[in-house]
């Protein structure tokens, strides 16, 4: 069965890929820069992200979101409230976002077009594993990992680790009850992906989303 | 694209539901109660099993555990500290465990025959969405959520929620840093699958503990 599996899989990631493809070159010509954040259910993908936006908007960027659950639409509306264009794509007990869902979401999003924006954040579907192999299109794919989860998490789930270009720690102000071993959670990090850009944060103090917001202004040039 | 995603699924699930009936029978007449535990990454599924594995076996029963994870035999280390017979199950890449693997990970386990066990835990792999869709034979299915990721958790994932037959809120003793709402949590929990069974616990303190062990003997029989 898992043989069958495999085989499945490799024709719908390969139509999967040519879908993104095209969405990245959209993307591009828009200039708009796509990141898609991906963690487990629980990391505050939600809030880390609504940071982002109400600081990018401070800064005079252009952000929009689309954000991807199985089913409900509290994280679109909790985004909202950052005063940045928010979408929600419910996927209906598909455990990922993929690139078509994308495309389709783009399609008649009042009051937004693509090359309008400076950037555009996808907040995946939480899960470890099964987004990590559907490229959505992005420039930068963002691992996120809370200080509650474990230092081990990079070494089980390293499909994801091994293919985000940026690496985000959130709920920084809960390490010291978790008893968080944040040089273990470094190291391991790094053991999958050596030199990746690593960011320490708390979206309930702030802390660290000053380095964060600079990396997005780089990385948009 | 989905659309096919989700026929391919439908002949994948028929295959693994066929095999976990199977497996539903051999559990039954060896007499072991087989439960499958499932969560995100970091609910501290590894933690609260070892907890309990120790537990039972200091009330004279025999357990034993299948542990299921993408890379790294971690878990199972952590868990052989009990005393319990445990296996890792490697699914390299892999979001869930099926029935097949947990046939093929039965057969020439050394030192464990079904029948001279009184339970068997499944400990699958971190995953809040793809693991609820496949049976393992189990006669509980078992729903934990940890108080740092989220009240809405079983609104945002019904499909787990929706299937379980236990629910077990851990980390207990991270309730108060975190803000955890206990009472929207219940109410959340209650919404998806009213009338569940839960339980509070923090593996850290023990507390819970108690009244979930009384629950697997009484279910035992």
Sequence with gaps: MTTRIVELRRGILKKNDELAAELRKRYEAAGALVLNLVSSPGTG???????????LRERGKRAAALVGDLETDNDARR????????????????????????????????????????YLFIEN????VCPSSYDLGEKIRV????????????????TLFNSADAAVITKMDLAEPCGFDRALALKNINEIRPGIRIFETSAKTGAGMEAWLEYLIKARG
Tied chains: 1, 2.
């Design 143 to 158: 691992a996120l990992l809370s200080v509650t989860e474990g230092e081990d998490k990079p070494l089980k789930y390293p």
């Design 79 to 118: 985004l909202a409230s950052s005063g940045a264009p928010v979408r929600q794509i419910n996927t209906h007990g598909i455990c990922h976002l993929d690139a078509e869902m994308i495309g389709k979401h783009l399609e008649g999003w009042e009051g937004v077009e693509l090359d309008q924006l400076d």
């Design 125 to 128: 579907v939480g899960n470890l």
């Design 45 to 55: 993908k939600t809030e880390f992200l609504q940071r982002t936006l109400t600081g």
